[in-house]
C-alpha cells in the first residue's frame, strides 16, 4: 500500500509539472503561430499592397527584428522581473501585435503600420523564446529535462499546424479578392484568441524556484519544489539552487570574454544561428510561394499543401520528443542532417533539371520531418542546458539573439535570392538557395561533431564539468 501511494504521489507531482510545462509553453505555440499566420497572410498582403520582393522580405523579416531586441533585453528582464512576469509582459505583447497586424478599420492602410505591430509582436516572442525554455529547463528534473524542454519545440510545431487549419478554414472557397482585401486580416486576428488565453493561464504558474531563492525568498522556493518534485528531493535541489546562485552572483557581464567562458558562449551562439541557416524558415515564412511558383501548384491548392506540411512538422517533433532522452542529442543531429540533405538535393536537382512535382513535394517534406525531429527540438535542449550555471542567463539570452538575427537575415534575402536573375537563369533553375542550404547542413554536421559535447542523461554539473575539462575552470 505504501509503495503504491508513493506511485501517485509521484504521479501527482509530475502531472503538475506538465501542466506547468504546457502553460509556459504556449509562448512557443504562439511563435508557431505567428510564423504560419504570416506564411500565410504575406501570400494575400503583398498583392493587397503590391509589395516588391524588398518590401514582403522587409514585412515579414521586421518582427524578427523585434525578436533580436526582445531576446537581447530577456536576460536582464528575467533576473530582475522573473520568468513568470517576464512570459506576461511577453503575453501582452504578442495579444497587441495580434489585433493590430490585421489593420482595424480605424487605422490608416500602411505597410510602416503593420511593420510596427509586427515589431511589437516579435520583441514579444523574443522575450518568450529566451524564458520558456530556460523556465522549463530550471523547473524539470535531470532526467526529465531534455523531453521537457522539447515540450517547447512541440508547441511550436502545433501552433503552426493549428494556424493553417484556421487560415485554411479563412481562406478556402472566399476566392482571391477576398482573401486579399479581407482574409488576410482574419488571418492575423485568429491570433488573439491563443494569445489571451496564453495571458489568463500564466496568473496560474507559479514563479520560477531559481528565480525565488535569488532573490531571497526561500520559503516560497521550497514550496513550489515540493509540488513539483516531492518533499524527499527538495533539500538536494535547494543546495543545487543555492550553489548555482552564489556562481552566478560572482560573475560581472565582463567576464563572458574570459578564455573558460567564451568559446562555450560561441559553440552555442553558432549552433543556434545555423538552426536558422538550414533554410528551415525561407520554407515556414514562404511556402505559400514556393509551392505556387517553384512546385507549380494552383493558389487554391496552396493552403491544403501547406496543412500537409505542418502535419509532417508535428509528426516528426513528437518523434523527436521520444527519442531525445534515449538516442542523445548528437544522434538526431546526424540523423536529421542527413534527412534534410537529402529533402533539399530532392527539391533542388527536380528544379534545376525543370522535372518539378510530386519528387519535389517530397523533397520538401522530408526536408522538413528531418528538421522537425532534430534541429528544431534539439537546438533548444542543448541550449537550455549546455551553459553552466554562472553564465546560463546571459549566454542564453546572446544565443537566442544570434538565432533570431539569422532568422532575419535568411528570411530578409530568400525572396531576392528566388527572384535574382543568378538564380532564375543559367544552371540554377530556381535552385540555388536550397544549394546554399545544403552547405550550411554540411557545416552543421562539421560543428556537431567537433565541438558539440552530449548531454544526455547528465545532470547539469556533470555538463558544466565536461566544459571545465576543455577550457579550464570557470571564475
Aim: overall charge positive.
Amino acid at each position: 500500500m505504501q509503495d503504491k501511494s508513493l506511485k501517485q504521489l509521484k504521479s501527482k507531482h509530475q502531472l503538475y509539472l506538465i501542466a506547468i510545462a504546457m502553460i509556459v509553453a504556449l509562448g512557443g505555440f504562439l511563435f508557431g503561430y505567428d510564423t504560419g499566420v504570416i506564411n500565410g497572410a504575406q501570400f494575400y498582403f503583398s498583392k493587397y499592397f503590391e509589395l516588391s520582393a524588398a518590401m514582403k522580405g522587409w514585412v515579414v523579416g521586421s518582427a524578427l527584428l523585434g525578436c533580436f531586441a526582445g531576446a537581447i533585453i530577456a536576460g536582464p528582464l528575467s533576473k530582475k522581473a522573473g520568468r513568470k512576469h517576464s512570459l506576461i509582459i511577453a503575453a501582452s505583447l504578442f495579444t497587441i501585435s495580434a489585433w493590430g497586424s490585421g489593420l482595424p478599420a480605424f487605422l490608416p492602410e500602411s505597410v510602416s503600420l503593420l511593420v510596427v505591430f509586427r515589431l511589437i509582436g516579435g520583441l514579444g516572442i523574443g522575450l518568450a523564446s529566451m524564458n520558456a525554455p530556460t523556465y522549463i529547463a530550471e523547473i524539470s528534473p535531470a532526467g526529465t529535462r531534455g523531453k521537457m524542454v522539447t515540450f517547447y519545440q512541440m508547441a511550436i510545431v502545433i501552433g503552426f499546424f493549428i494556424v493553417f487549419l484556421a487560415t485554411y478554414f479563412i481562406g478556402s472557397g472566399k476566392g482571391q479578392t477576398y482573401n486579399i482585401n479581407e482574409g488576410w486580416r482574419w488571418m492575423f486576428w485568429s491570433e488573439v484568441i491563443p494569445c489571451a488565453l496564453f495571458l489568463l493561464l500564466l496568473f496560474f504558474v507559479p514563479k520560477s524556484p531559481r528565480w525565488l531563492m535569488l532573490k531571497g525568498k526561500k520559503e516560497e522556493a521550497e514550496k513550489v519544489l515540493v509540488k513539483v518534485l516531492g518533499e524527499t528531493a527538495v533539500a538536494q535541489e535547494m543546495k543545487e539552487i543555492r550553489e548555482s546562485i552564489k556562481e552566478e552572483e560572482g560573475l560581472p557581464l565582463k567576464s563572458i570574454f574570459k578564455k573558460s567562458i567564451l568559446p562555450i558562449i560561441l559553440i552555442g551562439s553558432v549552433i543556434s544561428g545555423l538552426q536558422q541557416f538550414t533554410g528551415i524558415n525561407a520554407v515556414l515564412y514562404y511556402g505559400a510561394d514556393i509551392f505556387e511558383k517553384a512546385l507549380g501548384f494552383g493558389q487554391d491548392d496552396v493552403l491544403a499543401q501547406q496543412i500537409l506540411l505542418a502535419g509532417v512538422n508535428v509528426a516528426f517533433t513528437f518523434l523527436a520528443m521520444f527519442t531525445v532522452d534515449g538516442w542523445g542529442r548528437k544522434p538526431l543531429i546526424f540523423a536529421g542532417s542527413a534527412g534534410m540533405l537529402t529533402g533539399f538535393l530532392m527539391l533542388g536537382i527536380t528544379l534545376m533539371t525543370n522535372n518539378v512535382g510530386i519528387v519535389s513535394l517530397i523533397g520538401i517534406l522530408v526536408f522538413i520531418g528531418s528538421f522537425a525531429m532534430s534541429m528544431g527540438p534539439i537546438v533548444w535542449v542543448m541550449l537550455s542546458e549546455m551553459f553552466p550555471n554562472s553564465i546560463r542567463s546571459i549566454a542564453m539570452s546572446i544565443a537566442v539573439a544570434v538565432q533570431w538575427a539569422s532568422n532575419y537575415l535568411v528570411s530578409q534575402t530568400f525572396p531576392m535570392v528566388v527572384e535574382s536573375k543568378a538564380n532564375t537563369g543559367g544552371i540554377w533553375n530556381g535552385s540555388l538557395p536550397y544549394f546554399l542550404f545544403i552547405a550550411f547542413i554540411l557545416i552543421i554536421i562539421w560543428v556537431t561533431w567537433k565541438y558539440i559535447p552530449e548531454t544526455k542523461g547528465r545532470s547539469l554539473e556533470k555538463i558544466e564539468k565536461i566544459w571545465e575539462n576543455k577550457y579550464g575552470r570557470i571564475q
